[in-house]
């Protein structure tokens, strides 16, 4: 960090930080080319910097590549030009990702930005997107983001997405509504539950990022998926 | 030591059996290992007796006991978590900061009256403890919650230390409080500091401070 104890540090073109981090809740990135960054997300910007929404223009071409389900498109701005722009989210903590010919799963709402090295993809999952190629993305989380290996049980709201483990699946523990006692305790509610009977379970081989808190950010959508046979979540009237 | 902080927010604490903790209820993050969570009845430790305490003290967080082996990660509600290993001493803290802590620890109700009389019953309301606050005596790893980061200031004979009661979180050890009030006429009309109120703590130990005046 910049911020050093010796008093305020003044901040300019050539101070940012290149595509890293200013302070725990904003990064800046060093823009040559295109980056793609969820709409309401940049804070400032230095240079030239031209922020096109997604839709018909002359950024087609680079969007088909690298957006493919068109519905939820337009929650997503493309930036073009060269200079620093700094993104934040309502003073969440702000990491940057690199990936590298891989994969990583990501709640919707907690994605901010990505280079186009990267291609967005829905998940499977419904609320999640999945980023697959080479670049650089950063994301939003409430408390600065753990990561744990397989095998690991986590709580809904602590997961923040997952990169390389193909096995996300519900894990379900009443063992203490099991038995006489159990049974006693399930018909009249005594004791309470403990809150924590459902959690995500990720076994095989990747990373699971948590986040530090509860608190989840709002969803953004994902857009919806065609209904067909064979795909879950599935709803009328997709755009495809 | 069982608790490690893993982040400012995050507090990852290792169960083996035999050594379940206690945590408060959906404040689990994630685990590994074969890990159990169990509601519990009694809201901790000391049987019937001390749970019927508790509920008459309102000091009765839902608590539950995490047993097993393999590790587990706490956080709640994006507040900053803070690790105190006790070593003997007691632990005084409102039920609701406190996030886990190892089974070893002895848990108890304290009567605020009973330091201080009338003063100390004063000095819960302003604290926002109420009338009972929670002990833990013992030895062993306790992770309390706060809003803001947590800090230590130790108190010994001599160098009393003043808190806003609204920054109060916890004190370990030997200590006597006293909430000292400076009322004065600028008070009475309004016209007041904001800082009229003030926790007085004497003696040997500790006091922790959140770096925030806002209550969980």
Known sequence: MSAAMGGPVVLDPYTLPSDDNVNPYAFSVDLNGEWFLQRGKMVAYYGRIDFHGLGHGPLDRLISVNFHSPLHAADWVVAQGQGKMLLADRAFDINSYDLADGNLTIRSGNLLAFQPGLSLKQSIIPGFLTLIGTGKFVAASNGAVVFVEPPVRVDPQALVGWADCPSPCHHYDHAYLRGVLGGVRMLTGLGGVSGEEHQFEFVGAGQVLLQSSERLMDDIDTGVVPRQPGVPAGQPHSGL | ?216
């Open chain 2, 1 to 216: 030591m069982a608790f490690t902080q893993l982040t400012s927010k995050m507090v990852r604490a290792d169960v083996a059996p035999g050594r379940p903790l206690f945590s408060q209820r959906g404040a689990m993050l994630a685990y590994t290992g074969q890990v159990t969570f169990t509601p519990s009845i009694t809201g901790g430790q000391g049987g019937i007796g001390s749970m019927i305490g508790r509920r008459v003290a309102n000091e009765a967080t839902p608590l539950m006991t995490v047993e097993g082996s393999g590790s587990v990660m706490f956080g709640h509600g994006g507040h900053h978590a803070h690790v105190i290993e006790l070593t003997g001493e007691t632990l005084h803290v409102e039920s609701d900061r406190l996030l886990a802590f190892e089974g070893g620890l002895r848990q108890g109700t304290m009567f605020m009256g009973s330091q201080g009389g009338v003063m100390g019953v004063i000095r819960g309301q302003v604290t926002g403890q109420g009338l009972f606050t929670t002990t833990l005596s013992g030895s062993g790893a306790v992770a309390v919650l706060a809003h803001g980061g947590v800090f230590e200031l130790p108190i010994r004979p001599g160098a009393a230390v003043h808190v806003d009661p609204q920054a109060y979180v916890a004190h370990r050890g030997e200590v006597r409080n006293r909430l000292s009030a400076a009322v004065g006429w600028r008070e009475l009309v309004g016209r007041g500091s904001g800082e009229t109120f003030q926790l007085e703590l004497t003696g040997e130990g500790a006091v922790y401070v959140q770096a925030s005046e806002e209550k969980l």
